[in-house]
């Protein structure tokens, strides 16, 4: 009868043995994933800070432009058809409007040109 109680002790260390192993191998694997991750992001080019200013200028353009664009057609459609409606506010809302699409799609095309499939620089 203790030599049926030592097999089952053997068993039981072997099986913790096991599991500390599978843990162990989790682990690796983790620092592994993390180590590649961080190798990755070292290789991508990095982009400085007059790159950040480019794209801020570009934004601010982006929206700028076609409200200064809608705002001085509307007045001038103010002054050239008279009108219950207001041309320039309605414009200026226009132009604010095409602008921040015009913005958004220039950023949404910069962030998939860095991360993403179809980079087409």
């Known amino acids: ?38 190798q990755r992001a070292r290789s991508h080019e990095r982009h400085g800070v007059w790159f950040g200013l480019g794209m801020f200028g570009l934004v601010g353009w982006a929206v700028a432009l076609p409200t200064l664009l809608g705002t001085v057609l509307g007045i001038w459609l103010d002054a050239k058809i008279p009108s219950p409606i207001s041309w320039t506010i309605t414009l200026l809302f226009v132009g604010v409007v095409l602008g921040c699409l015009n913005a958004w799609w220039w950023v949404n095309r910069e962030s998939q040109g860095r991360t993403g499939p179809g980079n087409e620089r």
Do not use: P
């Open 1 to 38: 009868m203790a030599a049926g109680a030592a097999g089952g002790r053997d068993a039981a260390v072997m099986t913790g043995g096991n599991e500390a192993d599978q843990r162990r191998d989790k682990v690796t694997a983790k620092i592994s994933q993390d180590a590649a991750r961080k």
